[in-house]
Nanobody
Framework: QLQLVESGGGLVQPGGSLRLSCAAS????????MGWYRQAPGKQRELVAT???????NYADSVQGRFTISRDNAKNTVDLQMNSLKPEDAAVYYC???????????????WGQGTQVTVSS
């Protein structure tokens, strides 16, 4: 069974840093894209950052310059280094993978269970 498991969420003061990690496991042929989305209470889930298999990264304007995404293709992991955190960054962060699970199968979207990030003094 394919799983994406996040870790690293928690409480941090404004201006602080956190690092989120996500590991994908199971029947994986290839992970096309990996990334992070977030959802704050009363808001829709939004893109934070994604990174392609080749390492091309894409960031939301709101986190550009503060967050850095990285992935390890050999380990099927993706990390999100979050610096200069703001109260508006508080949300549940979800790991995302666009994953191929078998030869000649299309890539499908998969999600982790989410990890809470709280930014408060």
């Amino acid at each position: 069974q394919l799983q994406l498991v996040e870790s690293g969420g928690g409480l941090v003061q404004p201006g602080g840093s956190l690092r989120l990690s996500c590991a994908a496991s199971g029947s994986i042929t290839r992970i096309v894209d990996m990334g992070w989305y977030r959802q704050a209470p009363g808001k829709q889930r939004e893109l934070v950052a994604t990174v392609s298999y080749g390492g091309s990264a894409n960031y939301a304007d709101s986190v550009q310059g503060r967050f850095t995404i990285s992935r390890d293709n050999a380990k099927n992991t993706v990390d999100l280094q979050m610096n200069s955190l703001k109260p508006e960054d508080a949300a549940v962060y979800y790991c995302y993978g666009k994953i191929v699970t078998g030869w000649f199968k299309p890539a499908e979207d998969h999600w982790g269970q989410g990890t809470q990030v709280t930014v408060s003094s």
